[in-house]
T-cell receptor, first 108, second 111 residues
């Protein structure tokens, strides 16, 4: 079965601290992994996808097939990074399976 | 604003009523999706449609119905059979390249 697990409901850090939002997945094939972000009063939007290997707003995520993980990292958190972050998986269809989300709070 | 429009933004439903949430896109996307967002549960897929006149149940389809008569439109009806309809509903669409575009959502409350 396809499943995405985000173990932390809330992650609180101070500005300038490193951030790692954890995501583990369960899928028997080769998945496509994504991170979506929802800022306060804004729409859910795509942050990055593993296939493009890009860095967006300083965030990166590496797909580790051995550990079935796709953790989101940023070396120095900013206050504007405070948001809800969702990890998502797509298998052999366009259907996305989302994790339960992690709320990131960055304190000044 | 966007390319996907959801209406209304807020909706109140009485017990036993059916209500319909609207989702319209002008992105020429083939696939459209309805998700339900509850605190602590993330987004759960209700229904999806990959082509006009065809749709499939998601993980929590019971108590919901959809139609896809036009490419641009994918309305969701919350029926009286849905036991716990109070939630935030999100509509999304995609071209198939896995980048979803989301609407701004409809918050449904049972009164």
């Amino acid at each position: 079965a396809q499943r995405v697990t985000q173990p932390e409901k809330l992650l609180s850090v101070f500005k300038g601290a490193p951030v790692e939002l954890k995501c583990n997945y369960s899928y028997s094939g080769s998945p496509e992994l994504f991170w979506y972000v929802q800022y306060s009063r804004q729409r859910l939007q795509l942050l990055l996808r593993h296939i493009s290997r890009e860095s967006i707003k300083g965030f990166t995520a590496d797909l580790n097939k051995g550990e079935t993980s796709f953790h989101l990292k940023k070396p120095f958190a900013q206050e504007e990074d405070s948001a809800m972050y969702y990890c998502a998986l797509s298998g052999n269809t366009d259907k996305l399976i989302f994790g339960t989300g992690t709320r990131l709070q960055v304190f000044p | 604003d966007g390319g996907i429009t959801q209406s209304p933004k807020y909706l109140f439903r009485k017990e036993g009523q059916n209500v319909t949430l609207s989702c319209e896109q002008n992105l020429n996307h083939d696939a459209m999706y309805w998700y339900r967002q509850d605190p602590g549960q993330g987004l759960r897929l209700i229904y999806y449609s990959q082509i006009v006149n065809d749709f499939q149940k998601g993980d929590i389809a019971e108590g919901y119905s959809v139609s896809r008569e036009k490419k641009e439109s994918f309305p969701l009806t919350v029926t009286s059979a849905q036991k716990n309809p109070t939630a935030f509903y999100l509509c999304a669409s995609t071209t198939g390249n896995y980048g979803y575009t989301f609407g701004s959502g409809t918050r449904l409350t049972v009164v």
